[in-house]
């Protein structure tokens, strides 16, 4: 039979440690659940793969230090002429670097004409024919740009549009297929004449996110600034297809011409190393959390129990074995666990419901989540109290014959 | 009497060596902890140009759409105006000073050294934006008010552009390639020392991109300088025409409009003329929503902007939970030595000393504590912030285009380093406080009967 009632009579009578002890615990866990939350939903992003061949592609961006300008036939020769070079799988003209966080113009896209119709925020992204092969998009339905798709000029506006997965189902639901359906780019209508696999995208590129992308074919030849999109057969030739492509352009454009260079590897990787330092960060304070809230207890229960040592002699003296005392601290320990648990767990709900809100889409944390922290802040309590409880286990009785 | 006090309470501390070390451990992470992420808000919410905060403005105004308020901000209005409104606020010529501007970018060339070129970020301003702004000049001064209105192709560059592209010569006069186009160039503008926090830069984070180039606001008629910065467009159906000529009269919002006021009747001449400047535009069936505009110090942008409530305020927050913990921690520690200590101050008491003398002693020990926490703390904190500036370090870009990143946010200041110091001492105190008034209280009467 448990020794409840001399468990609470003892901890009554040092109410005000008892206290301190609770809020403690009680901070420690909403404090532990809601670290624990953000560091899942940052592995979650850690862990994610783009799915593209991240190590095969590069993007080049091209501006002319000269006042010219580069024509879609122009640009579209290069993506030839680049194509014809060894170690080239495909390459295409692009707007967006993937990948890379850039906060680009957000637009929108209507089901219906109108203003009053609701509008889906997308990112749009002008590319050129082979763009989906280059960039590794599996097309789930439809078919792909060809040359006549074309808007090629700054007075005109492209016609057909392929969009991912995701966008096809906020424009018409999951029932409906949007493949030959039109839709609004302000005032424009275009027809999907596509639909691609999901993929993180150009803007807000986070693995875990999908990205409501709608490609255009379309070339703008008064921009000062030009993309091309390039994929090496293998990661092992990219750099030679680099070096070779900068050779043709500086070559054609008689070095009068600021190339930018972007390995979509070293993006995805730096976009993944921030999120990483966080995760860091916040396993490091959490464990610097566990150090101090054990330390807590086990120093706290120390001072407890060399208050009562003659107690223990006492109860030793009186017939109860090492085990009893054993018993005891580890249950006193563990109601104020309880104690702090009780308080904290509400505490730590409410606080992850508010940030589950504002960090929407992320989902609040699971019960799964909820309760093994409870039982790791238990079991780290008991943990904290054995010292304690191995040094009054072995309180000699004869100390209390001799302090009578 | 006072260094007395202190003897005793070192005695006390050195008495009880691992306790207290523990309890100064304890309090250094809880502090450490806590002003790491305290000192990353800090810094990326601080506002140089504070005091002008009395005067200086940037104006909003509710040019959304009826079907929904905007989103963007915290007030719910956007941060830029229509090159409509702009002018037109431009042009009443109210504020002592004002500009209008937005940020830009592209290729920098000299011209007489094509191989010296630079990818920027640049801003194209009126002149008053370098008073506005604090911005001084190495070489050269701001162009002329005319070149406000009037199309005068003249660039301003920022002392590192200016090193990178003339290696630091005074490069007025010089002619230089932007977008294709040639400008001369009329001023450079001093770095300034300390951080670069540009609170001008409201359209990407005060820390971050500072502006490479400056150019005057009356090329944007050309149309050879387009928005880097957002460009939000308001449902509006009418028909703009096309190109530039619908950049000037549409209803697209891309330009940020600040304002200097000499004095509040200033201001609120201003403000009168904004309010009824959109009840007129009411009548042209502009403005659907309510008649609402605000004018924003710098430091209210960052709160509309919602600068000072990213990751770091949330795990400030917790950060400022794991002190308590830690206080609380200290509390109850501090409560249990002072209590293995009541014996001896027992004796002080019967041999003359006051309950007062006894709760300074303790509560001393509880600064010592702090002192030597706070110190530790602060070690702590400069190690994780150095820790953090690498882990977010990006590399560097090639063209020349500014970071992305901010490592400004990882270096603490004079405010910060006291301010752990400080924090420390309060929270020890804090924690002192009870366990040195429940032992000073104990009747010496009870230790002496003790054998």
Same mark, same amino acid.
């Given at each position: ?9 003892? *901890?009554?009578?040092?109410?005000f440690?008892l206290?301190? =002890? ?5 901070l420690?866990l909403?404090?532990?659940?809601? %670290? ?5 939903n940052?592995?979650?992003?850690f862990?994610?793969h783009?799915? %593209? ?7 080049i961006?091209?501006r002319p ?7 879609y036939t122009?640009a579209?020769a290069?993506?030839?002429a680049?194509?014809?070079l060894?170690?080239?799988?495909n390459a295409?003209?692009?707007?967006w670097?993937? =990948?890379?966080?850039?906060?680009g113009?957000g ?8 203003i009053?119709?609701p509008a889906?925020?997308i990112v749009?992204c002008?590319?050129?024919?082979g ?8 097309l789930?339905?439809g078919?792909?740009f ?5 808007a090629t000029t700054s007075d005109q506006f492209?016609?057909t549009l ?8 906020? *424009? ?7 493949l ?7 005032d424009n209508?275009l027809?999907?004449i596509g ?5 993180p ?12 992308t ?6 703008t030849d008064?921009d000062?600034e ?7 057969v293998t990661?092992?030739q990219r750099?030679s297809v680099v %070096?070779a492509v900068k050779?043709? =352009? ?11 260079i972007?390995?979509?590897?070293? =993006?995805?990787r730096?976009?993944k ?8 960060q916040?396993i490091?304070?959490?464990?610097l ?8 207890i ?11 040592r003659?107690?223990f002699?006492?109860r030793?003296a009186l017939?109860?074995?090492q085990a009893?005392?054993w018993?005891?601290i580890l ?5 104020a666990?309880s104690l702090?648990i *009780?308080?904290g ?7 992850n419901?508010y940030?589950a ?6 989902e609040?944390a699971?019960?799964l989540?909820l ?5 790791a802040?238990?079991a ?8 304690p409880a191995?040094?009054a286990?072995?309180?000699?009785p004869g100390?209390a014959?001799?302090?009578? | 009497?006072f260094?007395?006090?202190?003897r005793l309470a ?5 008495s009880t060596p691992?306790l207290?070390a523990l309890m100064v ?5 809880g502090?450490?902890?806590?002003m790491?992420?305290y ?6 919410t ?11 403005f ?9 079907r929904?308020?905007?989103k ?5 209005m956007?941060?830029q105006?229509?090159?409509?409104d702009a002018q037109?606020f431009?042009d ?7 500009t ?10 000299a ?5 010296h ?6 801003r194209?301003?009126?002149?008053d934006?370098?008073t506005l702004?604090?911005?001084t000049f190495?070489?050269g001064?701001?162009?002329e008010?005319s070149?406000d209105t009037?199309q005068?192709p003249?660039?301003i560059l920022?002392?590192?552009?200016n090193?990178?592209l003339?290696?630091g ?5 010089k002619?230089?390639l932007f977008?294709?186009?040639t ?6 503008t001093r770095?300034s020392p ?10 990407l ?5 500072p ?7 009356g090329i ?6 387009g928005t880097?910065?957002p460009n ?5 159906t009418?028909d703009y025409?096309?190109g530039i000529?619908k950049i000037?009269?549409?209803s697209?919002l891309?330009?940020t409009?600040?304002?200097e ?6 201001k609120?001449q201003?403000?009168t003329f904004?309010?009824d400047?959109?009840?007129q535009?009411?009548?042209?069936g502009?403005?659907?929503?309510p008649?609402r505009?605000?004018?924003s110090n ?5 709160a509309v902007n919602?600068y000072?409530?990213g990751?770091f305020?949330?795990y400030?927050l917790f950060?400022f939970g794991f002190?308590?913990i830690?206080t ?8 249990a030595?002072?209590a ?5 101050q027992g004796i002080r ?5 006051s309950?007062?003398s006894?709760?300074a002693q303790?509560?001393l020990?509880?600064?010592?504590i702090g002192?030597?926490?706070?110190v530790?703390?602060?070690a702590g ?5 150095e820790?953090?500036?690498a882990g977010y370090?990006?590399e560097?870009?090639?063209n ?9 946010v990882?270096?603490p200041?004079?405010h910060?380093?006291m301010?752990?110091?400080a924090l420390a001492i309060?929270a020890s105190?804090?924690?002192g ?5 429940r032992t ?5 009467a009870?230790?002496l009967?003790?054998?």
């Open positions: 039979m448990l020794p409840i009632g001399p468990v609470f009579r003892a *901890l009554i009578r040092r109410k440690s206290g301190l =002890l609770v809020v403690q615990i009680s420690s909403a404090i532990y659940v809601n %670290l624990s939350w953000i560091l899942v940052l592995n979650e992003i862990k994610a783009s799915n %593209l061949p991240e190590t095969q592609l590069v993007s961006s091209l230090t000269t006042p010219t300008q580069i024509n122009e579209t290069h993506i030839q680049i194509a014809q060894p170690g080239v799988q295409a003209i692009v707007r670097i993937p =990948l890379r966080r850039w906060a113009p637009t929108e896209l209507r089901s219906q004409p109108g009053d119709t889906i925020p749009d002008s590319v050129s024919p763009w989906r092969q280059t960039l590794g998009l599996k789930i339905t078919r792909d060809t040359a006549e798709d074309m492209s016609k392929i969009i991912t997965q995701t966008l096809a189902q906020a *424009l018409f639901g999951k029932d409906e297929t949007a030959g359906k039109t839709v609004f780019f302000g209508p027809e999907i639909i691609t696999e999901d993929w995208g150009f803007v807000l590129p986070y693995p875990d996110r999908v990205e409501k709608a490609f255009l074919p379309l070339y008064v000062s030009h993309r091309y999109l390039i994929r090496a990661a092992e750099a %070096l050779n043709l =352009l500086n070559d054609h454009f008689h070095r009068k011409i600021m190339l930018d972007a390995l979509i590897d070293v =993006l995805a730096e976009m190393s921030v999120e990483y330092t966080r995760n860091q916040l490091i304070t959490m464990v959390l566990s150090f101090v809230v054990m330390f807590a086990c120093a706290q229960t120390i001072f407890w129990t060399n208050q009562r003659k107690h002699a006492i030793r017939g109860a074995t009893d005392i018993q005891l249950l006193e320990t563990g109601i666990c702090g *009780l308080l767990t509400p505490l730590a709900i409410v606080i419901q940030l809100q504002a960090n929407a889409p992320w609040p699971s019960p989540l309760g093994g922290i409870i039982l802040v238990l780290s309590g008991l943990i904290s109290a054995l010292i191995l040094r286990s072995q309180t000699p100390l014959s001799r302090s009578v | 009497m260094s007395y006090q202190c070192w005695r006390s501390i050195k691992v207290s451990v304890a309090l250094a992470v502090i450490g902890v806590f790491t992420n000192t990353i808000l800090h810094i990326s601080l506002n140089p140009l504070s005091y002008k905060n009395d005067r200086l940037m104006l909003q105004t509710d040019a959304w759409h009826l929904e308020e905007y963007g901000t915290r007030n719910t956007p941060n105006l229509s090159y409509r037109a431009f009443s010529k109210i504020p002592q000073r004002q209008i501007m937005f940020r830009t970018g592209g290729t920098l060339v011209t007489d050294a094509p191989d070129y630079q990818f920027v970020w640049a194209v301003v009126t002149r934006f370098f702004f604090d911005e190495l070489y001064g701001p162009w008010p070149a009037q005068q003249q660039v920022a002392e590192e552009t090193q990178r003339f290696n010569a005074n490069s007025l006069g002619t230089m977008e294709g186009h400008y001369t160039v009329v001023g450079v770095k300390g951080r670069q926090i540009k609170m001008q830069n409201v359209e984070g005060t820390l971050k991109n502006d490479q180039a400056y150019f005057p606001f944007v008629p050309t149309g050879h300088i880097w910065g939000l467009c308001p449902d509006d009418r025409g096309q000529q000037l009269t549409g697209c891309w330009l409009y600040w304002a006021f000499s004095n509040p009747l200033q609120q201003f403000e904004v309010h400047y959109i009840e535009q009411k009548t042209l502009f403005y659907p929503r008649n505009f605000a004018l710098a430091s209210d942008m960052q919602g000072s409530q990751p305020y949330l400030s950060g002190l308590g830690c609380l921690n200290c509390i109850a520690l501090l409560l030595k002072f293995r200590q009541a014996p001896e008491r019967a041999l003359g000393a309950q007062g006894i709760f303790f509560l020990e509880s600064v010592f002192g030597l926490a706070g530790i703390g602060l904190t400069l190690t994780a912030l820790l953090l500036r370090q990006l560097p870009q090639q020349g285009l500014a970071p992305t990143n901010f490592p400004e990882f270096t200041d004079l910060v380093v301010l752990t110091l309060v105190v804090c924690a406080l009870y366990p040195a008034w000073c209280r104990t009747p010496p009870l230790y009967k003790q054998p």
